[in-house]
């Protein structure tokens, strides 16, 4: 077991009519399910967020966009928002997840006070085609390279349980590692009736033999569990850290609830465990 916890939150601050077709996805638009739909949140409204997350011990607060890449607009909404953050809030370790991005543009957002840059993989490059059509593989990894071109902190992982094997697995954690992320979220799919993607969801012994490889090809990263962590592992989670988990989300999530703050707190109180500061904490400082 880790000694320290890390926590994250999310804010979707710019949420629903997406035109991509990722499969896995309940914020696209091609499926017609009834998620939010707005463009930009106020700063007032993403500042009272992430004050009351810090109080319950957030150290990661991640600012994430609908649709497929980091356009203008966005690129000026999100400096702006990071500048307001960091008067407030200097020693919040500041993600920004935007999708496909030049290098041009997130060095504006590492200039404005974002640290690290979010952009998941997904699935293996061979699994891709079947998840999402409107953008490739490519697009993706050439931005997580991007990514670390602009000396941002590079936030890269995936899902599991979208219909992929093995040796699929294998191939997607092969591909991280050779990013090295600095930090990695996990995810496992939540089936939804509107989504194409057809799968249960996962049991907790597969859950977490997935757990146990991310750790083993991701040594150097921080280990976050993110979407379906309350759903395969319900109340008893103590194994996800023993097996390797370094942090997980706390509060809601993109369209999904999570669980109340209060409760995970005392989850990991009751697993002896510590709150750790992302950027405070050697291991993870700037």
Known sequence: MPKKVYLCSISNISSGACKEDCAYCTQSAKYGINSQVYKFKS????????????????????????????????????????????????????IACCGIADKESLAHLKQSGIDSYNHNLETAQSNFKNICTTHSFEERFSTCENVLNANLKLCSGGIFGLGENMEQRLEFLKTLHYLNPHSSPLNFYIPNENL????????????????????????????????????????NQREIFKYGIDAIVLGNYLTTNGEAPPKDLEMLKSYNLKIGHLIQDRKCAM
């Open 43 to 94: 700063q007032e409204d993403v500042l009272k967020e992430v004050i009351t997350l810090a109080k319950f011990g957030a150290s990661g607060f991640c600012l994430v966009t609908s649709g497929v890449g980091l356009d203008s607009k966005k690129c000026e909404y999100i400096a702006k928002l990071a500048h307001t953050i960091k008067q407030k809030l200097p020693k919040m370790l500041l």
């Open 196 to 235: 194409p993607i057809k799968q249960n969801v996962m049991n907790r012994n597969e859950a977490l033999e997935c757990i146990i490889l991310a750790r083993e090809y991701l040594k150097n990263s921080i280990l976050m569990l993110a979407g379906g962590r309350e759903v395969v592992f319900g109340d």
